[in-house]
């Protein structure tokens, strides 16, 4: 287990100063427009180091599966930065985002082979 130095955060001192695998930095994403917008998003900022297992849950329309498509690079946020190991998603063309997909993120749809 690594200590904690002073002024570096966590996620960097337990990688070993590698980028966390998956940082989230002040995303929002909305769906509509005006009135009739729906706010599924808005700020959502978290990192995940390397190696570590984390379970998203809440409240149905709560926005996990809009939170996973971004994160999945198949949709592209209103605001806001993603980052792949240190790759911007938003610096990736489609080709870029299909070989995101095909080579670092793995997708279990939720209705995948249930009866």
């Known amino acids: 287990m690594s200590e904690q130095r002073s002024g570096e955060n966590a996620a960097t001192a337990v990688a070993g100063g590698r980028p966390p695998m998956v940082r ?12 009739a917008a729906v706010h599924a998003l808005r700020g959502v900022s978290f990192e995940i180091p390397h190696g570590e297992l984390v379970a998203l849950k809440g409240r149905s329309g709560s926005g996990k599966t809009t939170l996973l498509n ?46």
Do not use: C, N
């Open 24 to 35: 989230v930095e002040d995303v929002h994403q909305s769906y509509g427009t005006g009135a």
């Open 70 to 115: 971004l994160v999945g690079g198949l949709d592209t946020p209103d605001r806001g930065r993603i980052t792949i190991d240190g790759t911007d998603l938003a610096g990736l063309g489609e080709t870029g985002l299909l070989e995101l997909r095909r080579d670092r993120i793995g997708f279990v749809f939720q209705g995948f082979g249930l009866p």
